[in-house]
C-alpha cells in the first residue's frame, strides 16, 4: 500500500469521525488487507496530513484520545455564527473548581473548599461529572472516606490538551486578568502531598503519592 493511498483512507477516516481517532483505532480499518500499513506508516501519514494544514484554517490536532480535524481558534468567532446553539457559559466557581482539580488531582471536596476559601455546591461537581470533565477515582481512607476527584480523557479533549502535563503552568495562568490571583497562589502554597497530577484516565495509581491514604477504584 502505497504512502499517499494511507493518507488518504486515514484523512476519509478522521474527516467523517465524529470524535478523535487513536492510532490503534486507525489501524483496525487495515485488519484484512494482506498489505496492511505498520501503525509507524499510520502515525507518518498524520504527521504529513497535519503539515499539510499549514496556512489553513482548520488543523489536524492531537489530543488525549487522538488524532481530530479542528477549525483553528483564529476562525472560531466566525464559524460559531453559523450554529444557534451559543457555547455554554460557565460560572467563576465552577472555572475555579475545574482549575483546582485539574492542578491539584485527585483531591476532596473538602480540600477543594480548603483552596478556594468557600464551600464546593453539590451541583458545580454533579455539572462537571454531567460534562464528563471529572470523574470519581478513588476514596481517601481517612473518616468518611470522602470521594477523589480527578479529570478525564474528555476533559483534555476538550481542552486541547494531549496530556495533563501540557497545562499552562500557575504563573502564565496568574497573568490572566479575568483568573482570580489569589486562588492560584492558594494552589501553590497547598501541600505537596494532596494532590501531585495524576496521569489521564485510566488512573496511573503508582503517581498517588504513598502516603496519601487514598484508596483507588476501577472504572
Known amino acids: 500500500m502505497t504512502p499517499e493511498k494511507i ?12 470524535e478523535p481517532l487513536s492510532i ?12 496492511r500499513p505498520s501503525r509507524d506508516e499510520i502515525r507518518a501519514a498524520l504527521e504529513h496530513l497535519a503539515g499539510g494544514c499549514d496556512g489553513r484554517a482548520v488543523e489536524l490536532k492531537q489530543v488525549a484520545s487522538g488524532w481530530r480535524f479542528q ?18 457559559r460557565y460560572s467563576r466557581a465552577l472555572l475555579e473548581t475545574l ?7 485527585p483531591i476532596t471536596r473538602g480540600e477543594i473548599e480548603n483552596i478556594r476559601g468557600v464551600s464546593v455546591s453539590a451541583g458545580i461537581v454533579k455539572t462537571l461529572q454531567e460534562r464528563e470533565w471529572v470523574r470519581v477515582v478513588g476514596h481517601r481512607d481517612v473518616p468518611g472516606r470522602p470521594e477523589l476527584l480527578a479529570t478525564t480523557r474528555q476533559f483534555l479533549d476538550y481542552f486541547n490538551l494531549k496530556s495533563l502535563s501540557d497545562l499552562p503552568s500557575l504563573a502564565e495562568i496568574k497573568d490572566f486578568e479575568h483568573i482570580n490571583p489569589d486562588l ?12 501531585a497530577i495524576a496521569a489521564a484516565p485510566p488512573v496511573d495509581e503508582s503517581k498517588f503519592p504513598p502516603d496519601s491514604n487514598i484508596v483507588p477504584i476501577s472504572g
Open 99 to 105: 482549575a483546582i482539580i485539574a492542578y491539584r488531582q
Open 184 to 195: 492560584f497562589e492558594s494552589l501553590d502554597q497547598a501541600p505537596a502531598g494532596e494532590g
Open 7 to 18: 493518507r488518504n483512507i486515514v484523512e476519509a477516516a478522521l474527516m467523517t469521525a465524529t
Open 24 to 35: 490503534a483505532r486507525l489501524d483496525t480499518m487495515f485488519e484484512p488487507d494482506i498489505d
Open 71 to 88: 477549525v483553528r481558534a483564529d476562525y472560531s468567532e466566525w464559524v460559531n455564527r453559523l450554529f444557534e446553539e451559543k457555547p455554554q
